[in-house]
């Protein structure tokens, strides 16, 4: 022991100032880690504090236009029209659930099937390839995917795509924020998809192969089925951004409250309802009060999202153990 | 009288990471029906590595190269044309550790069965799953649930479970490999009980690192060390007259620290 002590004097173990120190300095050392729980549960709680901060304001501010007006009349009511004080969530709730049914409908999909593909499928430089430009997608800014459609899928939409179908528009609308959302959201549904793929044991894929199964076949009746649990919580996280994505609904989505009668429809989801009535309304107190609480249901929801997730992903787990 | 089933001709695996490992050197290897083949040897030796190459389970691993030749009945397993999956049914695979798939009980033996359509009808189908967990002593434990996740099973008996979904679609051979080392000495014992009376039907090629295990289960022991065939020989020859230095030391016991490897196989 006194081996490792570097020059000084040599202690043979005797010496009563060693005893001394080794306790003085583990009395100080008892004391950071006493400290050390109350920082680190400080800056734990402060997490959650936040969040309860945040509903209690949201709830708070949300009081005077549920004090106004009846909650079915303000979530069934299709009229919003803030200077008639009229205050129907309808159109704006109806173009969320429109604009996140779509996009997962073309995203979810499309992410299981690339994430297979680059967890089962790919090797060597393809995979590397394939799996950080993903990585690279999932960075981009989503103001940027806006721009982009902006020239590129508006025109589309508009020119083409409706035409083709026989429907009007300008190329604004609800498909057209959907097609993009699921560009969007799809990467990130990939890359957490791969993960649970690649953390299944690869005695389950030499088990199936084992007994003459294909790898396709060992795909669909044994790996998805083992990281069910963690692809299925991805997908419920796509759903939560998507119904929270504000800057690309922003501005595709056409920004007309009104009740969505096709894909093709321009519309409102409860973001832009806020951001585009926020600046110049907000000086109608019902109508601050209103936009907070479409705040407050937003929150809400991707809340339930994100614990449906989790609790989804637990169950199953539990079920198969992987 | 003893025809060979399965047959390795200088048979290697080398990994080819960040720095090349030839963990499986050219093995030759004949494997003679309806007896237990066992293969020892010191950990990290290569045992699993040879064993998934005999059932060409290292195709879907990346950075791993195997050359030589293994014959099934005479037939090639690698230079052939015939497709992998269907080799692979005739050369079954356990694992070391107990591997339920995530589908019931009943469906984890159904499982080949239906890849293969080998049945007439659900009530075949029945009786096949019935015949092969009672053949793995695991019936009468499971019988009440057979609809229940498979991994809420014990260890030991989804290790039973295993080797019934691979001999259910009626293999050749079977590849265990070290079936009984995770798990607890009782379950162990169920496990070995249940191999030995497999043994008396099936060819099996099991890998183990317990001497006594393959005292016990075997008919031929092989001996691997550092990836390379040092003795084969029936099991009685083989622990009691050992032909080579190396394997006089290894079954004499010194510890056996003094073989082990230190990249795993």
Redesign the interface.
């Known amino acids: 022991m006194s081996e490792d002590r570097a020059g000084g004097t040599q202690s043979d173990g005797t010496d009563p100032s060693d005893g001394t120190r080794a306790t003085s300095r583990l009395g100080r050392r008892l004391a950071v880690e006493r400290l050390s729980s109350y920082w680190l549960g400080g800056a734990g709680y402060f997490a959650v504090g936040l969040f309860v901060l945040i509903l209690v304001v949201l709830t708070y501010q949300s009081l005077p236009i549920l004090a106004a007006y009846p909650l079915s009349e303000l979530l069934l009511s299709s009229n919003w029209d803030p200077a008639a004080n009229e205050f129907g969530f309808l159109p704006a709730i109806v173009g969320t659930l429109y604009v996140t049914a779509l996009s997962m409908a073309m995203g979810a999909p499309l992410a299981v099937l690339v994430a297979v593909y680059i967890a089962e499928y790919a090797?060597?430089r393809t995979k590397t390839l394939v799996s950080t430009f993903i990585d690279v997608l999932a960075a981009i800014p989503s103001v940027i995917f806006g721009l982009v459609a902006l020239v590129v899928v508006v025109p589309f939409v508009g020119d083409y795509l409706a035409p083709a179908v026989g429907a009007d528009t300008t190329g604004l609308g609800i498909l057209t924020v959907s097609l993009v959302m699921a560009i969007v959201v799809t990467p990130f549904m990939i890359s957490l998809s791969v993960e649970s793929l690649e953390a299944l044991?690869?005695?389950?894929?030499?088990?199936?192969?084992?007994?003459?199964?294909?790898?396709w076949?060992t795909v669909r009746?044994?790996l998805l089925?083992?990281a069910?649990p963690g692809i299925f919580s991805a997908v419920l996280l796509g759903f939560g951004r998507v119904f929270g994505a504000t800057i690309v609904p922003a501005m595709l989505i056409g920004g007309q409250t009104q009740l969505p009668d096709s894909p093709f429809s321009t519309g409102q989801t409860l973001p832009t309802l806020i951001v585009n009535d926020f600046g110049e309304l907000m000086s109608l107190p019902l109508t601050q009060s209103a936009l907070i609480f479409v705040g407050l249901l937003l929150v809400v929801v991707v809340w339930l999202f994100n614990f449906g997730a989790a609790l989804v992903r637990r169950r199953l787990q539990r079920?198969?153990?992987? | 009288m003893t025809d060979t089933v399965l047959e390795a001709e200088d048979l290697a695996v080398t990994y080819t990471g960040d720095r090349r490992v030839e963990a499986v050197k050219g093995v030759d290897l004949s494997v003679p029906a309806n007896r237990l083949t066992a293969i020892i040897g010191p950990s990290g030796c290569g045992k699993s590595t040879f064993l998934k190459a005999l059932d060409r389970l290292h195709d879907i691993q990346p950075g791993v190269e195997v050359s030589g030749e293994v014959y099934l009945r005479g037939d090639p397993v690698y230079g052939t044309d015939k497709p992998a999956p269907e080799l692979r049914r005739r050369i079954g695979y356990v694992p070391q550790d107990p591997t339920p798939l995530p589908l019931s009980i009943y469906e984890n033996v159904a499982y080949g069965l239906r890849i293969h359509g080998m049945y007439d009808s659900e009530r075949d189908l029945n009786d096949r799953v019935e015949q092969y967990l009672r053949q793995v002593d695991l019936w009468d434990e499971v019988d009440d649930r057979l609809d229940s996740p498979a991994a809420e099973l014990s260890t030991g008996q989804i290790q039973r479970l295993c080797l019934a979904r691979s001999l259910a679609v009626e293999p050749d051979v079977l590849l265990c490999d070290e079936v009984t080392s995770a798990l607890d000495p009782i379950s162990a014992e169920n496990v070995e009980e249940t191999l030995a009376r497999l043994a008396e039907e099936y060819t099996i090629v099991m890998v183990t690192h317990s001497m006594d295990q393959a005292k016990r289960l075997a008919d031929e022991v092989v001996f691997l060390y550092l990836g390379e065939v040092i003795e084969a020989n029936d099991v009685r020859s083989f622990f009691e007259d050992p032909q080579h230095e190396r394997t006089k030391r290894f079954v004499s016991g010194p510890a056996e620290d003094e073989y082990a490897v230190s990249n795993a196989d």
């Open positions: 090797t060597g044991p690869d005695e389950l894929r030499e088990s199936s192969l084992g007994v003459g199964a294909t790898r076949e009746s044994v089925r083992a069910g079920r198969w153990q992987y």
